[in-house]
């Protein structure tokens, strides 16, 4: 199932896993700070685990949530989401959004990172 069909509630339950990469039902109700009842939390938690997008392994008596997908793996789709949703599908439109966000904070020895990272693109397979 894709992420792209969560409500509001159930991607915040992701975000809280990927940060964490394990929570019970009682921590996540805790971290979502929005008056959430415990069975609530507990039904969103069994709908992702039926969406296929958690697992959840028993500590004790407890329940362990956990997403199945990696966190780079997430971050991925999630940052293809973000380009395709707010920059028209262009990768240089959202590099260009990102510096001009976080330009003013950026030390010389990341700016010498994205300079290195810029040249080590294959720039041989461009459309010429």
Same mark, same amino acid.
């Given at each position: 199932?894709? =992420?792209?069909?969560?409500?509001?509630?159930?991607?915040?339950?992701?975000?809280?896993?990927?940060?964490?990469?394990a929570?019970?039902?009682g921590?996540?109700?805790?971290?979502?700070?929005?008056g959430?009842s415990?069975?609530?939390?507990?039904?969103?938690?069994?709908?992702?685990?039926?969406? @296929?997008?958690?697992?959840? &392994?028993?500590?004790?008596?407890r329940?362990?949530?956990?997403?199945?997908?990696? !966190?780079?793996?997430a971050?991925?789709? =999630?940052i293809?989401? !973000?380009?395709?949703?707010f920059f028209? @599908?262009?990768?240089? =439109? &959202?590099?260009?959004? !990102?510096?001009k966000?976080?330009?003013?904070s950026?030390? =010389?020895?990341?700016?010498?990172?994205?300079?290195?990272?810029?040249?080590?693109l294959? &720039?041989?397979?461009?459309?010429?």
């Amino acid at each position: 199932m894709s =992420a792209n069909k969560l409500t509001p509630k159930e991607r915040q339950i992701m975000d809280l896993l990927f940060a964490s990469q394990a929570m019970s039902v009682g921590d996540i109700n805790k971290s979502l700070q929005d008056g959430s009842s415990y069975s609530s939390t507990r039904a969103s938690l069994t709908r992702l685990v039926d969406k @296929g997008l958690l697992r959840f &392994t028993r500590d004790g008596v407890r329940y362990l949530f956990s997403p199945v997908e990696d !966190v780079e793996t997430a971050s991925r789709q =999630a940052i293809r989401r !973000v380009i395709d949703t707010f920059f028209r @599908g262009s990768p240089l =439109a &959202t590099i260009d959004a !990102v510096l001009k966000f976080s330009g003013e904070s950026l030390s =010389a020895d990341e700016l010498k990172k994205i300079n290195k990272l810029l040249d080590g693109l294959d &720039t041989d397979s461009e459309p010429g």
